[in-house]
């Protein structure tokens, strides 16, 4: 007599001891999660373009540089926690929910220290907008360069060097972590080692 939940890996509950999902549940907890994602991404964009940045930069120069140095300080040591976590298969890490949405707050604080620095004539050429500094910060990302922005004082150089930096470093080690833990949740429906998967 075969019981009801067994079958082949895949069909039934799949991880042994009964602690592995369904495909179909594990299908519905990644669409939950992607659509987490989703929502947070817009509630940072909405925050991004309604926070008053106009309140910083010439008017509070000191006030901007310690919020661009502790937001980036916190994203820095944040995503490296969760590529750590991938790497040695901690349970406390949920790099699908958690590395996607540090990656859109990173292009934010970014674009904000750049919307701020426009406000210093001679720092950003052909800056004006929030847009324009979300679109220059993707730009760099993506070291495309079209050359219409570009930083010309010190301070939004130096701003440039560290988002380079931070790229090649930071996001390029959690980008590589989160596609290797994706990877491995489509190779294996039931997650890592047959546990339960993390979001």
């Known amino acids: 007599m075969t019981d009801a939940g067994s079958g082949p890996p895949g069909?039934?509950?799949d991880a042994p001891g009964g602690r592995g999902r369904t495909r179909r549940e594990l299908a519905r907890a990644g669409a939950w999660a992607w659509a987490a994602n989703?929502?947070?991404a817009v509630a940072l964009a909405v925050c991004y373009f309604f926070f008053p940045l106009?309140?910083?930069g010439t008017e509070r120069p000191v006030l901007s540089w310690v919020l661009f140095l502790l937001a980036l300080a916190a994203l820095t040591?944040?995503?490296?926690?969760q590529v750590r976590y991938t790497v040695t298969e901690d349970p406390?890490?949920?790099p699908g929910l958690v590395i996607p949405v540090l990656v859109v707050l990173s292009l934010f604080v970014f674009s904000s220290a750049y919307y701020a620095l426009a406000q210093y004539p001679g720092q950003m050429r052909g800056l004006t907008t929030r847009l324009d500094a979300l679109y220059f910060t993707l730009v760099t990302t993506a070291t495309v360069g079209y050359g219409d922005i570009t930083p010309h004082g010190q301070e939004a150089r130096m701003v440039a060097v560290v988002q380079i930096v931070y790229n090649f470093v930071v996001l390029a080690a959690a980008v590589t972590s989160l596609s290797g833990y994706l990877r491995t949740r489509i190779g294996s429906p039931g997650g890592r080692s047959g546990g339960t998967p993390r979001s």
């Open 77 to 81: 040591f944040t995503l490296s926690l």
């Open 11 to 13: 069909r039934g509950r």
């Open 92 to 94: 406390r890490g949920r």
């Open 54 to 56: 106009d309140r910083l």
């Open 38 to 40: 989703g929502g947070l």
